[in-house]
């Protein structure tokens, strides 16, 4: 039986206003409805910080291999995101030393230096729209080179990410017809823009990514160059979008909060706490899906096998029985298991790298630019899903 | 004090070597690896704040 002192209702997380200010529904939900339905489909939405773990957990349980609804226009799942343990562990195994902490540290002078050009490129200007001009372009460019792709393939690459992840915004008419064929015809370049690649690598042999993919084995079995491709996909989608969104939110809050700035102006070794709590406070991925794979109950609530699931990252992120104070956002916090990144066997593979590229623009931004502030009379605009703050107009007092 | 480490529980978040990289490493899949059986008393509060921050509760403080 539901529990009665619990209220059912429904959320709607695709909206700008949601994602703009995500915190004051996530404190609802996880008090008052930690079982929910999404508004469009009536999905269950789980918010509490303990019911998220155990899901992610579980993927026996609450699966990722994904059904043809979730299609990002992709014609297979992607490696590793959309498949279970135990494949997804062998995949897991060739991935994680690629993007290990300390490998990741050996390109962040590179980030470092890319950092800094781009501030040269609006420092006396007195403004800059973060977004599009620092936000983009940094995470982006470190990931092709971490890819071995050409940095004049940019502005194709983004485009491509954006007629995926976030279709409705390049549609005049965002019906899901249409939404779907975007991701469809997007899927399509991913693929042959690839399989180029994989061609060309097969032939030239480099350090990429591409060339150690065609060189690794798999108990003994070379990668097909279908699993090539589901690899790339993820990949490229993780690796252009969500540092991006992450850099936004953490200088929208930051240029909202002049407080919270001088924290870090006067200990500057307070970054790390800073970008964790940010993390935490901000998760710019709120939510990830997974099916239900095994008929089980949660809050009273029986779930059928396969069910999609809406995980709640961010609500869980904010809940009063793992985290103290939720509501303060404080860059000392000692104890801080967020959940930003995700947990148990599908934790994100790009999390080292995203640490290591938000500690070091975050660095290098309050080094050069230390006193700013949205533009007067501007509003940041935050797409739903993945919160990229795709309008955020920052001034400061030219020097 | 001790630290004993659930290396099946260990999905490799690196918390743990961020916030106490005397007491704590990585191996090459990113996973946590001890790197001290028995931790001194200078590494003892880094040590509890990484343990307090592993988001898969694979390590543990023994022996107090």
């Not at chain 1, 939110?249 to 909060?257: S, T, V």
Request: charged residues 25%; proline residues 8%.
């Amino acid at each position: 039986m539901p529990n009665p002192n619990l209220e059912t209702r429904q959320v709607n997380l695709f909206t700008g206003d949601f994602a703009a200010e995500p915190q004051p529904v996530y404190r609802e939900l996880v008090t008052k409805c930690p079982f929910a339905r999404t508004a469009l489909a009536g999905n269950p939405v789980l918010s509490r910080y303990e019911d998220v773990l155990w899901a992610l957990r579980h993927p026996e349980i609450f699966s990722s291999e994904m059904e043809m609804h979730m299609a990002l226009g992709t014609e297979r799942p992607m490696i590793p995101q959309q498949i279970d343990p135990p494949l997804q562990t062998k995949f897991r195994k060739i991935l994680d030393p690629r993007f290990s902490k300390k490998r990741m540290l050996e390109i962040a002078p590179d980030v470092r230096r890319h950092a800094n050009e781009l501030i040269d490129g609006f420092i006396g200007r007195g403004e800059c729209e973060y977004d599009h001009e620092f936000a983009m372009p940094l995470p982006a460019t470190a990931f092709l080179a971490l890819m071995g792709l050409p940095q004049a393939e940019l502005p194709r690459f983004l485009r491509i990410k954006d007629m995926i992840i976030r279709p409705q915004t390049l549609l005049q008419n965002p019906t899901l017809e249409a939404a779907q064929e975007l991701r469809k015809d997007a899927g399509r370049q991913i693929y042959a823009f690839f399989g180029d690649v994989i061609d060309q690598r097969s032939k030239q042999p480099g350090t990429d990514m591409i060339s150690y993919l065609l060189a690794t084995e798999i108990e003994g079995h070379r990668l097909t160059r279908e699993d090539i491709l589901d690899v790339s996909f993820l990949l490229i989608l993780a690796g252009l979008d969500t540092v991006t969104a992450t850099l936004g939110c953490n200088m929208a809050y930051l240029a909202a909060n002049p407080e919270q700035r001088r924290r870090i102006m006067e200990n500057p070794a307070s970054m790390a706490g800073a970008v964790e709590e940010l993390l935490r406070w901000e998760t710019p991925v709120m939510a990830v899906p997974r099916i239900v794979k095994q008929e089980v109950e949660v809050h009273g609530v029986k779930l059928k096998k396969g069910e999609m699931v809406t995980l709640l990252l961010g609500a869980s992120n904010v809940d009063a029985s793992e985290f103290e104070s939720p509501e303060h956002v404080d860059f000392a916090r000692e104890r801080n298991k967020h959940l930003a990144f995700g947990g148990g066997p599908h934790r994100c593979l790009g999390s080292h790298l995203a640490r290591m590229e938000l500690d070091v623009a975050m660095q290098v931004w309050h080094e050069r630019i230390p006193s700013y502030q949205i533009k007067p009379g501007e509003t940041p605009r935050y797409s739903p899903g993945i919160r990229e703050v795709q309008y955020l107009p920052l001034v400061w007092d030219r020097v | 004090m001790k630290v004993v480490l659930d290396a099946v529980r260990c999905t490799g978040h690196g918390r743990c070597y961020s916030l106490a990289p005397a007491v704590f490493g990585e191996d090459d899949h990113g996973h946590c690896v001890l790197r001290l059986a028995e931790v001194p008393p200078e590494h003892q509060r880094a040590a509890r704040i990484a343990v307090a921050n592993c988001p898969e509760d694979a390590l543990e403080i023994n022996g107090e």
